[in-house]
């Protein structure tokens, strides 16, 4: 019994057939998808190599106010605010915080007595010398006129440096820390804190380099200052100090920074990131470190051409935790793939989002 192929099932396959066979060859790549990518062009600009290492910052100057003598506690107004001074408040050089009232005291030092003096003094003295001039003295007798005025200065100046002990004063430009509580007119004795200030315009910070960092890191090389909470603001400074010898125990040498502060962005105590600039260039190309792949051919990143990604194999130089310098591989104006690069090959087909 012969088998027969029905008509229909016949003309059906044919016409298939030649569909295929007069479809055009490239309508097929048209099927392929065209990944979604972001580009950025490739430029020049500046560059900084860093070692990065943590520290705690601390104010430049402080230092705790005791009182010297005893006396009833008054509080000083700050001008700035015309309220008692507070912590907080910034204080100037020289400006009295707090007065201790003790009128014995002030009666045993007898400054009135001790100006009168000085006065008198330096009259007979340039009297004296007036004569001396004329030959109506001796240079003894002048000599013991100037040694009276002398010591007479010298008691005057004493008497004051003892009455100034009823003044707590500032002793440089800074902020007040802590200020304890001592109830208005109550009697205080001498040694008691009073006040605690900090001039935190410029902080400084001890830190520990590994040995391998020893010939990187220099005076009056620059250093980048960040805190965790405050990742935006980033603070400039420069190393002061470095250690010539390793410690025989950690293997590791101490150098100083100072941090230029005056906004109080950071406080003393903050435990801060700090990049120390070891190296700079300031005309190169720079992508994100981020879009390098590591395949077998070495760092690979993509670039877009004629609506395709293409790879190109990379030479690097200077980097930090953020960028690297390209040596080679890359030239300006490129269109560097920065999203969308993970699932490309190369000549794959993009569309570019941006």
Do not use: W
């Not at 006065?119 to 000599?143: A, C, V, W, Y």
Request: proline share 4%; glycine share 6%.
């Amino acid at each position: 019994m012969k088998f027969r192929i029905p008509t229909s099932l016949l003309l059906s396959t044919l016409c298939l057939l030649a569909f295929f066979a007069c479809s055009d060859p490239e309508d097929a790549g048209d099927l392929e998808i065209s990944i979604p990518v972001s580009v950025q062009s490739v430029s020049s600009q500046s560059i900084d190599a860093f070692v990065t290492t943590s520290g705690t910052v601390e104010a430049i100057k402080n230092t705790i106010l005791k009182s010297e003598v005893a006396g009833d506690y008054v509080l000083a107004r700050n001008p700035a605010t015309g309220k008692p001074f507070a912590p907080g408040d910034r204080i100037q050089k020289g400006q009295t915080i707090i007065r201790l009232v003790n009128p014995e005291y002030e009666n045993n030092i007898q400054i009135e007595s001790y100006e009168l003096n000085l006065d008198i003094s330096k009259r007979e003295f340039e009297k004296q010398n007036s004569l001396h001039e004329k030959g109506g003295i001796t240079l003894r007798e002048l000599k013991n006129a100037e040694r009276t005025y002398i010591d007479a200065k010298y008691s005057y100046n004493n008497a004051r440096i003892q009455l100034g002990k009823l003044q707590i004063k500032a002793p440089f430009n800074g902020t007040i820390v802590e200020l304890p509580y001592y109830t208005p007119n109550t009697r205080v004795e001498a040694a008691q804190t009073m006040v605690k200030l900090m001039d935190y315009d410029v902080l400084h910070s001890e830190l520990s380099f590994p040995a391998r960092e020893l010939t990187r890191i220099r005076v009056d090389q620059p250093v980048r200052v960040t805190h965790h909470a405050m990742t935006a603001d980033t603070l400039q400074g420069k190393v002061t100090r470095v250690s010539p010898a390793l410690d025989s125990e950690t293997r590791s040498f101490k150098v100083s920074v100072e941090i230029d502060n005056k906004a109080h962005t950071l406080r003393p105590g903050m435990f801060v990131r700090i990049n120390t600039v070891v190296d700079r260039k300031d005309s190169t190309i720079v992508i994100p470190r981020e879009i390098i792949l590591s395949k077998r051919r070495g760092k690979t990143v993509y670039v877009v051409e004629k609506g395709a990604a293409f790879e190109r194999i990379l030479s690097t130089g200077l980097e930090n935790a953020d960028e690297i310098e390209i040596l080679e591989g890359l030239k300006e104006g490129d269109r560097l793939v920065v999203r969308g690069f993970e699932t490309l090959r190369n000549s794959s087909k993009v569309k570019i989002l941006n």
